[in-house]
């Protein structure tokens, strides 16, 4: 332990004179009043208590989950649609270890996020102290960086730091690990304006030549196709994407994440590739001669079978983090750079548009034969008509938020996003239990704008008791439950994979959500006959505060298209009825 | 394929942590890892060997260490002429009448000999891992009683070599 951990009792009297001498807590509030933090989700707890006081005395603007969990899925949530970092802050031990999925997730998906965990104090650090966890090396792997604080004098440096980190470059989680000690020991606020890093520089403006062979590559192709990630949203690329394949007539396909980079309803648009993915797009990037994939990290879901994948393309890969360039797929022109930047670089050569008029004939002509399709009967509500109304009903101006599974992908295949940052979704994860909280932190980045929560009856129990923070505040994001009793794509996967063999997937009870929102005093509907839903929808789309539906769905029905397990992209099963 | 890489690194808590959890995470298969101060006490030098199934392997381990932020600088120096040493104790079964024999033994090698006692004395050689492994081999049949070794510690020469192949798409 540093001997310049001193305790309150030596805090100076004179402190009002701009020496600034502060406690640990204060600091960190301050620091994050520097970076113009203005929203906290967290929960207390006995080692962050000290912070805790000085936010009560503060009075910054907090919220208080139910749990971790729904702390930082909520942080999450609204650092995917404000592009600002999320902040949240936990106790030590059950209260850090309650936030690992969170972490993991803002991990693969590239979220800026600031994670704030208290610490027992730095003397009894090691010995197993009560609420005593080794968070630092829990979650060294899941984030871009974390740190112990030992020092109080380190706090501005490592603030700083840490916001940093978190929000250039692929941005991720940076977690600080907070003693109690240190927070109350007194220290000197002085806020650095710049970081010194010599480890950390990323590389934003992409290599000229780099860029230049990009543009031959174009001018040579006959068939190419533009993959574009969340690494356009992130890098704030939208305009700089829609404006250079619109100008070089490529056809854009998106992954999940990247959802919303390209307009969902542009005559370009191929659709999301994937697993679940549109035929059209998926046969784009089988059949491409050239796949240029900006700010995508080449997943295996968007993949399929490497062995595979886009076998005739050369490939370019525009990627701000260089070890995802040649990570899973050998690339033949790799860049280096931030997406807006590559983009902004490849209109500024201003090259003459290439007539693919006979590529995009044959592309036309597989969105035409193989649409989403699905059988509507009439007696039940069909998952994809109900996606499909709340994109109508929303007129696609929303801010969606889902979990994992079948609801998921029929709210990527159906809501056809077209602007960015309305999409969040646990797409590398793939965690349960995300939307509801997410959409809770969505609705604080956009106050004004519809959230609506599409999320599973399994995904809602796992985090449902945040339903206190829309009561407390009246908060009126939209739970849209696709109530199909049973954890729908593990169904599905044993369904097709396991034959038939429904081991622990489906839920022969469930709770009565009505009675579940009553006890929260949300409101409430329950619809099961497809004629009711839309009306039912309309009207609780007009209430003021929160609203809960309980859609029941057609139980067994399957999320097509799909590349089974193992197969290509040329290998779409049910991509006709 | 065997690879030295010599990395500098901060020198703060958990950093060795941080590595060697990256390896493994990444099924790297590590051979050794050396860590030691640098002349500049705020920095560590680390030498890695790995042995790697490819270049592109070996193009993913340099980029993920590249990509922490507690790390200056990576450099793969296995086709560079470097200078690579590892230290060895050798504790090794000797009596009155085997000493000697050992001592000429271990004379071309210039291992010294640091410790006798009445059963056994105990070597200490530095050099390359062919020269170690050498001089191990020779000493066995006396009867090998303990043996530590430290990995390799590398630098690079400070002559140049004269081509540079560069197997891997390091980008920066």
Known sequence: MGTSVRTQAEKPANEEQQTQKLNGSQIVLRALAEENVDIIFGYPGGAILPTYDEIYKMGIHHILARHEQGAIHAAEGYARVSGKPGVCVVTSGPGATNVVTGIADAMIDSLPMIVITGQVATNVIGTDAFQEA????????????????????????????????????????????????????????????????????????????????????????????????????????????????????IPVTNTLLGLGSFPGNHPLFLGMAGMHGLYAAN?????????????????????????????????????????????????????????????????ALDKAPVPYDEWHQHLRHYSDEYPLWYNDDGKTIKPQALLDMVYEETKGEAVVTTDVGQHQMWAAQYYRFANPHRWVTSGGLGTMGFGFPAAIGAQFAEPNRDVVAIIGDAGFQMTMQEMSILQELNLPVKIVIVNNASLGMVRQWQELFYEERYSHSLFPIQPDFLKLAEAYNIKAYKIEDPSEARTTFQKGLKEDGPVLFDFRVTADENCYPMIAPGKGHHEMEGIRP | MKRTISATVNNSTGVLNRITGLFSRRQFNIESITVGMTENPEISRMTFVVNVDSYRGLDQVIKQLNKQVDVLKVRDISDETIVARELVLIRVVATPQTRGEIETLARPFRASIIDVGRESMTLQVTGDHQKVEALIDLIKPYGLKELARTGTTALKRSSKQQSQDLHYSFIQ
């Open chain 1, 134 to 249: 080794d968070v630092v090396g829990v979650t060294m792997p899941i984030t871009k960086h974390n740190i112990q604080l030992r020092d109080v004098n380190d706090i501005p440096r490592v603030m700083k730091e840490a916001f940093h980190i978190a929000t250039t470059g692929r941005p991720g989680p940076v977690l600080i690990d907070l003693p109690k000690d240190v927070s109350m020991a007194i220290g000197e606020f002085k806020y650095p304006k710049t970081v010194h890093m010599p480890g950390y520089q990323p590389t934003v403006q992409p290599n000229r030549l780099q860029i230049k062979k990009v543009a031959n590559a174009i001018e040579r192709a006959k068939k190419p196709v533009i993959l574009a990630g969340a690494g356009v949203l992130h890098a704030d690329g939208a305009d700089e994407l829609f404006e250079y394949a619109t100008k070089q007539q």
């Open chain 1, 283 to 347: 046969m784009a990037l089988h059949e491409c001669d050239l796949l240029i994939n900006v700010g995508a990290r080449f997943d295996d879901r968007v993949t399929g079978s490497l062995s595979h994948f886009a076998p005739e393309a050369e490939v370019v890969h525009i990627d701000v983090d260089p070890a995802e360039i040649g990570k899973n797929v050998e690339t033949a022109i790799p860049v280096v750079g931030d997406a807006k930047e590559a983009l902004k670089n490849l209109l």
